[in-house]
């Protein structure tokens, strides 16, 4: 009788370990499920956001292009004096597609997207956009008091897009890779 209560707490403590064990290998994949549901999740909010933006940052863009703002058709050192000389809006619609990329950019860098498959979409076209109105974004940071921050996280992304593409900081200098 003895040996049989032995063998029944032996059986007991095996049941309990091998439960112990399962519940913690169905905690392992539960976690792992998650996190794989919250990556998909954000991949496809950046690509619905990004539709979502595209729809009118693009005809933006395309005002931009022809105004010669971007795309190297005005010097850089004469951008500023183009955009706030124009007559046809051309400041609205250039603070209107900085403000837009800039609350993407709120998302990107707050993980709430992910800045691989913005990226992919549209990393080049956005830096080479970014490098176009610098000086703009230079010039109204100075003139707006408190203004260092305008547009501090578009810059901030285009700067995290610029190292995944190959590009290294150098003595706090951007240095891209050829």
């Known amino acids: 009788m003895e040996v049989l209560k032995d063998v029944s707490s032996i059986l007991v403590n095996i049941a309990i370990v091998i439960g112990a064990i399962v519940g913690v290998l169905q905690l392992i994949k539960f976690v792992k499920s998650t996190k794989a ?11 619905e956001f990004y539709h ?6 693009r005809d933006l863009i395309k005002k931009m292009r022809d105004e010669g703002i ?8 004469d951008t500023v004096k183009v955009i706030i000389n124009n007559k046809d809006g051309l400041e609205d619609t250039v603070s209107r597609y900085l403000n ?5 950019s709120v998302g990107v860098i707050t993980k709430v997207y ?11 076209s956005a830096t080479n956009i ?13 003139k ?16 995290e897009i610029k190292i995944l ?8 200098k951007l240095v891209h890779k050829v």
């Open 37 to 47: 549901d919250h990556e998909r999740r954000q991949k496809q909010s950046t690509l």
């Open 114 to 124: 992910d800045i691989k498959i913005y990226n992919q979409m549209a990393g080049r």
């Open 144 to 159: 707006i008091k408190r203004g260092v921050t305008l547009w501090c996280d578009f810059e901030q992304m285009i700067d």
């Open 70 to 77: 971007i795309d190297g058709h005005i010097p850089l050192e």
């Open 165 to 172: 593409n190959g590009s290294t900081f150098n003595q706090g």
């Open 52 to 57: 979502t933006i595209w729809l009118e940052t």
């Open 130 to 142: 970014y490098d176009s109105l610098e000086p703009y974004i230079k010039y109204k940071r100075h």
């Open 100 to 104: 837009l990329m800039n609350r993407l």
